[in-house]
Nanobody, 117 residues
Framework: VHVVESGGGSVQSGGSLRLSCEASGYTYCMGWFRQAPGREREGGARIDNDGLKQYRDSVKGRFIISQATAKNTLYLQMNSLKPEDTAMYYC???????????????WGQGTQVTVSS
């Protein structure tokens, strides 16, 4: 399964962006990760195989993760963006149920999000 992200860009602080991720096949769980320059990759939000949505504390109340019924398209609505949200955002998917919710075996190339103050 291949995953491809889209929707990144540059916005001012307080703005919004919507990221999309399309997987080429069925997935059991998907998530969004991000990596800022000089920092380790961190989880942003995910949807587990039972539909439960999880967010890291720093994005709760601002980001909304959603998924198409077919489970092969994932979205991340990002509101009230802050400069510290600047990062490369990666979509990840798992094609094996046993990997969910903490491991993923398909990763996209990433889409850049830049938030200016």
């Amino acid at each position: 399964v291949h995953v491809v992200e889209s929707g990144g860009g540059s916005v001012q602080s307080g703005g919004s962006l919507r990221l999309s991720c399309e997987a080429s096949g069925y997935t059991y769980c998907m998530g969004w990760f991000r990596q800022a320059p000089g920092r380790e990759r961190e989880g942003g939000a995910r949807i587990d195989n039972d539909g439960l949505k999880q967010y890291r504390d720093s994005v709760k109340g601002r980001f909304i993760i959603s998924q198409a019924t077919a489970k092969n398209t994932l979205y991340l609505q990002m509101n009230s963006l802050k400069p510290e949200d600047t990062a490369m955002y990666y979509c990840a998917a798992s094609t094996r149920l046993t990997l969910c919710p903490y491991a993923y075996n398909s990763w996209g190339q990433g889409t850049q999000v830049t938030v200016s103050s």
